[in-house]
């Protein structure tokens, strides 16, 4: 494949490089040509000088010109019923002064000074038209000057002139030409890399759905290629997971038959012959192994489902079942729960995960905490914070990152003697994903760790179909 980003790049900076020496280069022979008479119209102007050296009347000649001279049509209408009749022809002697003492125009005035700093100078261009001369000629013994004005072309000199007085334009231009085809290059380059930065950002914060959208595909370069490429890497990675996901839901139900048979088969021996230690071990490693399939199942279920709905509701409705329950617990283990929840807070929520999620951590809380659970929600700008504190051990800073790991335990203090198997959080972060939510650990000051959910209340949560 040819490395047609390279060439972009190349090009486009080599097309700018190009450009700016061409201007320096020809851009002053343009302003010095502009002020060239085309041999022509010298010529013509010339024989104009000699007709008016040969004539025995010199005002009569003039006059005779200046009606073949004449200006356009279109000048006739425009200018000359506002400013009088415009000649074509005007002859200064020596002294510059116009013959009979008449006023010489403004425009011819100009040229005479111009012609001072620059006596070789044979064209002046003003706003409307341009002044040809002097052409020199003798009549009656007199040095006389013509000065013809030119009504049929505007003379290109008219902007060039104006570059040429204003060099710093000339630089503004070139300096706006140049950042105007660089920034367009620049767009051009980083727009598809900018889109394939949001789809992998989405990837990356879990969202499997996320590939490269038509704008990054559609270029046939590099960045197009590196489009092709991270779509197939998305679709090998869903496709992981997904299978990863299936097979533990299938591996969980499929074990659920031999673990019932051998709950059964402790049963009939403890009815045949009696309780002993090695059947009550028996029996509490069967219901261990059976509440970890349960929780990989809904692990399972949480990731890969979508058949619950999402429903709005008041956050207080929704917590008072959960919360009548962990304080049932929480009496239990002698934990006093202290509950504090914002009133009027309506939130989308898919019920049964993000209960479970929320139950999960409180429970949790509860299991590990000294005295104390505290449980508090609130809005903050467009966001449900729910804060579940207890006073318990708290979890190595080393450790934090990974609570939320599938069969990840701590080794110290919240280990599996505690009854725990490494999922609950894991189900909760899971739910709380589903909510377009997140979910941090972090160690407090009475030395217990605190669980914080952020849930979006503006917008809605991920569609079920996702």
């Given at each position: 494949?040819?490395?047609?980003?390279?060439?972009?790049?190349?090009?486009?900076?080599?097309?700018?490089?190009?450009?700016?020496?061409?201007?320096?280069?020809?851009?002053?022979?343009?302003?010095?040509?502009?002020?060239?008479?085309?041999?022509?119209?010298?010529?013509?102007?010339?024989?104009?000088?000699?007709?008016?050296?040969?004539?025995?009347?010199?005002?009569?000649?003039?006059?005779?010109?200046?009606?073949?001279?004449?200006?356009?049509?279109?000048?006739?209408?425009?200018?000359?019923?506002?400013?009088?009749?415009?000649?074509?022809?005007?002859?200064?002697?020596?002294?510059?002064?116009?013959?009979?003492?008449?006023?010489?125009?403004?425009?011819?005035?100009?040229?005479?000074?111009?012609?001072?700093?620059k006596p070789e100078q044979r064209y002046f261009h003003y706003k409307r038209w341009g002044v040809y001369g002097p052409y020199k000629f003798e009549h009656d013994g007199q040095t006389y000057s013509l000065f013809i004005r030119d009504f049929e072309h505007k003379h290109r000199s008219q902007i060039l002139n104006f570059l040429k007085e204003n060099p710093w334009i000339v630089l503004a231009i070139a300096m706006f030409i140049s950042a105007v085809i660089c920034g367009l290059l620049a767009?051009?380059?980083?727009?598809?890399?900018?889109?394939?930065?949001?789809?992998?950002?989405?990837?990356?914060?879990?969202?499997?759905?996320?590939?490269?959208?038509?704008?990054?595909?559609?270029?046939?370069?590099?960045?197009?290629?590196?489009?092709?490429?991270?779509?197939?890497?998305?679709?090998?990675?869903?496709?992981?997971?997904?299978?990863?996901?299936?097979?533990?839901?299938?591996?969980?139900?499929?074990?659920?038959?031999?673990?019932?048979?051998?709950?059964?088969?402790?049963?009939?021996?403890?009815?045949?012959?009696?309780?002993?230690?090695?059947?009550?071990?028996?029996?509490?490693?069967?219901?261990?192994?059976?509440?970890?399939?349960?929780?990989?199942?809904?692990?399972?279920?949480?990731?890969?489902?979508?058949?619950?709905?999402?429903?709005?509701?008041?956050?207080?409705?929704?917590?008072?079942?959960?919360?009548?329950?962990?304080?049932?617990?929480?009496?239990?283990?002698?934990?006093?729960?202290?509950?504090?929840?914002?009133?009027?807070?309506?939130?989308?929520?898919?019920?049964?995960?993000?209960?479970?999620?929320?139950?999960n951590i409180i429970r949790n809380a509860i299991r590990y905490a000294k005295q104390r659970v505290n449980f508090s929600a609130y809005q903050d700008a467009d966001n449900l914070i729910i804060n579940i504190i207890d006073d318990g051990c708290g979890v190595d800073d080393d450790h934090l990152g990974n609570l939320f790991t599938p069969f990840y335990r701590v080794s110290t203090s919240r280990d599996r003697k505690t009854g725990g198997t490494g999922l609950g959080l894991a189900i909760a972060?899971?739910?709380?994903?589903?909510?377009?939510?997140?979910?941090?650990?972090?160690?407090?000051?009475?030395?217990?760790?605190?669980?914080?959910?952020?849930?979006?209340?503006?917008?809605?949560?991920?569609?079920?179909?996702?």
């Amino acid at each position: 494949m040819p490395k047609q980003l390279f060439l972009k790049i190349f090009f486009g900076f080599w097309f700018v490089t190009v450009a700016q020496m061409a201007a320096i280069l020809v851009l002053p022979k343009m302003l010095d040509s502009s002020l060239k008479v085309d041999p022509k119209l010298n010529a013509y102007h010339q024989k104009v000088a000699k007709t008016l050296q040969k004539s025995t009347n010199l005002e009569k000649t003039i006059k005779r010109l200046q009606h073949k001279m004449r200006p356009p049509h279109y000048l006739k209408k425009r200018i000359i019923k506002k400013r009088g009749r415009l000649d074509s022809i005007f002859v200064v002697n020596e002294n510059n002064i116009g013959l009979k003492g008449e006023r010489i125009p403004k425009d011819v005035y100009l040229a005479l000074i111009q012609l001072e700093e620059k006596p070789e100078q044979r064209y002046f261009h003003y706003k409307r038209w341009g002044v040809y001369g002097p052409y020199k000629f003798e009549h009656d013994g007199q040095t006389y000057s013509l000065f013809i004005r030119d009504f049929e072309h505007k003379h290109r000199s008219q902007i060039l002139n104006f570059l040429k007085e204003n060099p710093w334009i000339v630089l503004a231009i070139a300096m706006f030409i140049s950042a105007v085809i660089c920034g367009l290059l620049a767009w051009h380059l980083s727009r598809p890399i900018r889109s394939l930065d949001r789809s992998a950002k989405r990837l990356a914060q879990g969202d499997l759905t996320a590939r490269a959208d038509k704008l990054a595909l559609r270029y046939h370069d590099e960045i197009g290629q590196l489009a092709k490429s991270f779509n197939e890497m998305a679709d090998s990675v869903q496709s992981m997971v997904n299978g990863q996901q299936r097979l533990l839901g299938d591996i969980s139900h499929e074990i659920r038959t031999p673990l019932t048979r051998l709950q059964l088969a402790n049963a009939i021996h403890r009815r045949q012959f009696g309780d002993n230690e090695e059947l009550t071990r028996i029996e509490q490693e069967t219901e261990t192994i059976d509440k970890m399939l349960n929780q990989l199942l809904a692990l399972s279920r949480s990731t890969l489902s979508g058949e619950h709905p999402f429903e709005h509701t008041d956050f207080s409705f929704f917590m008072e079942d959960i919360i009548d329950n962990a304080r049932f617990e929480a009496h239990q283990a002698q934990v006093e729960l202290v509950n504090d929840i914002a009133p009027d807070i309506t939130i989308s929520v898919q019920w049964d995960s993000l209960a479970s999620a929320i139950e999960n951590i409180i429970r949790n809380a509860i299991r590990y905490a000294k005295q104390r659970v505290n449980f508090s929600a609130y809005q903050d700008a467009d966001n449900l914070i729910i804060n579940i504190i207890d006073d318990g051990c708290g979890v190595d800073d080393d450790h934090l990152g990974n609570l939320f790991t599938p069969f990840y335990r701590v080794s110290t203090s919240r280990d599996r003697k505690t009854g725990g198997t490494g999922l609950g959080l894991a189900i909760a972060h899971e739910a709380v994903k589903r909510h377009q939510g997140n979910i941090v650990a972090s160690n407090n000051k009475q030395g217990g760790l605190t669980v914080t959910i952020s849930l979006p209340l503006t917008s809605h949560t991920r569609d079920s179909s996702n």
